[in-house]
T-cell receptor, first 117, second 113 residues
């Protein structure tokens, strides 16, 4: 149990285009999902906290108009990278915890590798 | 907010030897400290965690120790095996405001046969 999936697993796009990444909790419901970005050989940096039915909370320095987050249901959150540029190339990972659990209980998705040409 | 520092950034040990990775945190209110193992291109996997009311926890070859006074915690891997090679991240829960995990910088562990 407690499986989180991400789609796509990898994507290549041209500079200036938008890319949508989906994060799904397959066997549990999640009020909150987290989006992380990980550059090569670097740590996981929290970008934003996605809350079902409300606006996402963005970390300092993360542009909310560039990284659009939608959490329309208890099992799906999407991250859209708008007008992507080469510097947005990274490994994007989401995580989610079952309803009623704290941030201590997080299950990570497999990640999405984004390459912007 | 919480700040987590992790050392060393790289660690190479002979198979069968022990490996120790250390982390310090800044917020004395933090009360949960997980360790994750991440293989190349994969998701982080929780390998062990410890809460602030416990000083040590062990699970087979893996153990974690916590010193609340000094605000540091360590991961100990004994009898290392080649499959232990990976990047390890420590983390702490930031309590203030919206709770979130704050990760250390990571340690690339290489087990030499």
């Amino acid at each position: 149990g407690a499986v989180v999936s991400q789609h796509p697993s990898r994507v290549i796009c041209k500079s200036g285009t938008s890319v949508k990444i989906e994060c799904r909790s397959l066997d549990f419901q999640a009020t909150t999902m987290f989006w992380y970005r990980q550059f090569p050989k670097k740590s996981l940096m929290l970008m934003a906290t996605s809350n079902e039915g409300s606006k996402a909370t963005y970390e300092q320095g993360v542009e909310k108009d560039k990284f659009l987050i939608n959490h329309a249901s208890l099992t799906l959150s999407t991250l859209t990278v708008t007008s992507a540029h080469p510097e947005d190339s990274s490994f994007y990972i989401c995580s989610a915890g079952p309803l009623g659990t704290s941030v201590e209980t997080q299950y990570f998705g497999p990640g999405t590798r984004l390459l912007v040409l | 907010g919480e700040n987590v520092e992790q050392h060393p950034s790289t660690l190479s040990v002979q198979e069968g030897d022990s490996a120790v990775i250390k982390c310090t945190y800044s917020d004395s209110a933090s009360n949960y400290f997980p360790w994750y193992k991440q293989e190349l291109g994969k998701r982080p996997q929780l390998i062990i965690d410890i809460r602030s009311n416990v000083g040590e926890k062990k699970d087979q070859r893996i153990a974690v120790t916590l010193n609340k006074t000094a605000k540091h915690f360590s991961l100990h891997i004994t009898e290392t095996q080649p499959e232990d090679s990976a990047v390890y991240f420590c983390a702490a829960v930031e309590i203030q405001g919206a709770q979130k995990l704050v990760f250390g910088q990571g340690t690339r562990l290489t087990i030499n046969p």
